[in-house]
């Protein structure tokens, strides 16, 4: 292995061990890591942490999972994750959440679709969703959790153990990003939105939704603990700013199939009460 590669490597295990000065290159020298890894590994423990979310599949109605695929095409053709194919489906849970595997297995929840009102919300989340994979964020976090270990596997070429190594012990439907991965997450996200020419104003009214039923749950701790868009990461406060403060984009109009689409989501899991008409 070269100087090149086994430098920043060791950069990242020393960071880890608890020195102070290096400590702080913690984040930059894990993605640096994870940047020698190569996606076949992402393919491999995508394709078994996923099994979990799979198992809800029976109970959702095949339509579901094909009108979400329809309204998030467009995202598809501008996102380049090369020796993967991403796909969106949907899990059965009562927790609105969304959440990205390494392969690029992406799920909404049942609770999620209900609560969306509008198809620019769906949208906005599916970027989101993307973005943790293409930036490989659920690699990070495992090789942050492996520290050490991972390093000498990779060193010593045991890609495959690597692999097995991270996958033990490690469910990633439990795994939280850090604030800064949701942040980067939130900000590629709308970057992959503007490419497929999709408006990102369901960023900010997603959010607010949020944070609405974060407010109405507030006495559930156990509810809180499971939502990754609330509890461990930016305050949805600052969220809402943020989206809030993107520039304006009300000439950006979803296109009519994808509108459909969402009415038929909306049909399978609609939100009790009156759902705003689509302007």
């Known amino acids: 292995m070269t100087k090149r590669i086994v430098l920043p ?13 290096l400590a702080r290159m913690k984040d930059t020298a894990t993605a640096t890591a994870v940047d020698f890894i190569p996606r076949t590994v992402d393919k491999k423990i995508g394709e078994l942490a996923s099994l979990q979310a799979e198992a809800t599949l029976d109970s959702v109605p095949p339509a579901a999972h094909a009108h979400l695929s329809e309204l998030v095409e467009a995202l598809l053709r501008v996102v380049e994750l090369p020796g993967l194919k991403p796909t969106f489906r949907v899990t059965n849970s009562n927790m609105p959440n969304a959440f990205a595997f390494p392969n690029g297995s992406i799920f909404f929840t049942t609770k999620l679709l ?6 620019e919300e769906i949208l906005a989340v599916a970027g989101h969703e993307l973005a943790h994979v293409t930036e490989r ?3 990070q976090q495992l090789v942050t959790r492996a520290a050490f270990t991972v390093v000498l596997n990779f060193v010593v070429g045991d890609v495959a153990g690597l692999a097995d190594l991270l996958n033990t012990g490690s469910s990633l439907l439990n795994l939280k990003f850090s604030r800064d991965h949701e942040r980067e997450a939130d900000a590629v996200g ?22 609405e039923f974060e407010e109405s749950n507030l006495a559930t701790q156990e509810t809180m603990k499971y939502l990754s868009f ?12 943020w989206a809030k403060n993107l520039p304006p984009d009300t000439h950006i109009k979803v296109p009519e199939p994808q509108r459909k689409a969402f009415a038929e989501i909306k049909k399978l899991y609609p939100l009790p009460g009156k759902v705003p008409a689509q302007k």
């Open 114 to 119: 209900e609560i969306a009102q509008t198809p």
């Open 190 to 211: 709308v970057d992959f939105l503007g490419k497929a020419q999709l408006p990102h104003r369901g960023a900010a009214a997603f959010f607010q939704r949020m944070k």
């Open 137 to 139: 964020h659920s690699m």
């Open 9 to 21: 490597l060791v950069i990242f295990a020393a960071a880890l061990t608890g020195c102070d000065t």
């Open 230 to 241: 609330l509890a461990t990461h930016p305050q949805t406060d600052e969220r809402v700013a």
